[in-house]
Antibody
Framework: EVQLLESGGGLVQPGGSLRLSCAAS????????MSWVRQAPGKGLEWVSE????????YYADSVKGRFTISRDNSKNTLYLQLNSLRADDTAVYYC????????????WGRGMLVTVSS | EIVMTQSPATLSVSPGERATLSCRAS??????LAWYQQKPGQAPRLLIY???TRATGIPARFSGSGSGTEFTLTISNLQSEDFAVYYC?????????FGGGTKVEI
């Protein structure tokens, strides 16, 4: 069974940093591209960033480019998102999601975790 | 960026009825379109991919159609557990975008 378990969320001040983690199990982690998707309170879904299975290719939404960094450790089956220069509009539930093999729809999702940016 | 537009924003239906949800892309995405269901406090769940293929375990009352720029999700014989928000998402290129969602309510 595919499982994705996020951790690292919480309250952070504007301008601060946070690192999110997503522990994956139930599949060969290095075979799959992974993404982070976020959802601001009461709003829709927004794709944030994607990383290829090897980690060689990364992509970002314009809203986070230059501030967020996606990475993965295939030896630990873990996905990361480093959030820097956080702003109030980064407040959201952040989901870790696994793509289908070779195709960019989201086949599996984590339960999500809340990141709140506030002073 | 491909903009995905969903309509209506809210759809009021009764159990047993049919719901028809629309999704429009600002440019052709071929059949690279997925639909998700999200219930309050839960993560989204994949319903449909490749515009019309049901994901594993999704009941046959959910069906998708369309290609290019116009897509439809149809839910036949609505059940109580189907009241939720539905999102479309294109995966034509790496800049993935979602529609704003359609809330299906009683």
């Amino acid at each position: 069974e595919v499982q994705l378990l996020e951790s690292g969320g919480g309250l952070v001040q504007p301008g601060g940093s946070l690192r999110l983690s997503c522990a994956a199990s139930g599949f060969t982690f290095s075979d799959y591209a992974m993404s982070w998707v976020r959802q601001a309170p009461g709003k829709g879904l927004e794709w944030v960033s994607e990383i290829s299975g090897s980690g060689a290719s990364v992509y970002y939404a314009d809203s986070v480019k230059g501030r967020f960094t996606i990475s993965r450790d295939n030896s630990k089956n873990t996905l990361y998102l480093q959030l820097n220069s956080l702003r109030a509009d980064d407040t959201a539930v952040y989901y870790c999601a696994r793509h289908f093999y070779g195709v960019l729809y989201f086949e599996h999702w984590g339960r999500g975790m809340l990141v709140t940016v506030s002073s | 960026e491909i903009v995905m537009t969903q309509s209506p924003a809210t759809l009021s239906v009764s159990p047993g009825e049919r719901a028809t949800l629309s999704c429009r892309a600002s440019q052709s995405v071929s059949s690279n379109l997925a639909w998700y269901q999200q219930k309050p406090g839960q993560a989204p769940r994949l319903l449909i991919y490749a515009a019309s293929t049901r994901a594993t375990g999704i009941p046959a009352r959910f069906s998708g159609s369309g290609s290019g720029t116009e897509f439809t999700l149809t839910i036949s014989n609505l059940q109580s557990e189907d009241f939720a928000v539905y999102y479309c998402q294109h995966y034509y290129n790496w800049l993935l975008t979602f529609g704003g969602g359609t809330k299906v309510e009683i």
